[in-house]
């Protein structure tokens, strides 16, 4: 079973930046595509982004020029650079890995946003 570890949040001003991590127990990046979804309280549960085992990456409308993501494969990590953040960025941030019908999940990371 691979384990993914997200790392990174915390509460920052609006404009602020944040960097988020995901880390996998084993090598998987280059056969998995790598999502990060979000969830803010009483919402479910959304698709931010998405980097493919060829490094394409397409991103949701409501972040598309703010946050960028990219994958380290050596170290088996995945980051998500959030800049200009907004008060409705603020959710739980999980990291996902998928193929085919495989699906694995980090237990996510509280981002908030907030003067």
């Known amino acids: 079973q691979v384990q993914l570890v997200e790392s990174g949040g915390g509460l920052v001003q609006p404009g602020g930046s944040l960097r988020l991590s995901c880390v996998a127990s084993?090598?998987?990046?280059?056969?998995?595509?790598i999502n990060w979804y979000r969830q803010a309280p009483g919402k479910q549960r959304e698709w931010v982004v998405s980097?493919?085992?060829?490094?394409?990456?397409t991103y949701a409308d409501s972040v598309k020029g703010r946050f960028t993501i990219s994958k380290d494969n050596a170290a088996n990590t995945v980051y998500l650079q959030m800049n200009d953040l907004k008060p409705e960025d603020t959710a739980i941030y999980f990291c996902?890995?998928?193929?085919?019908?495989?699906?694995?999940w980090g237990q996510g990371t509280q981002v908030t946003v907030s003067s």
């Open positions: 996902n890995a998928r193929r085919a019908f495989v699906n694995h």
């Open positions: 084993a090598s998987i990046f280059t056969i998995y595509t």
């Open positions: 980097i493919t085992k060829d490094d394409t990456t």
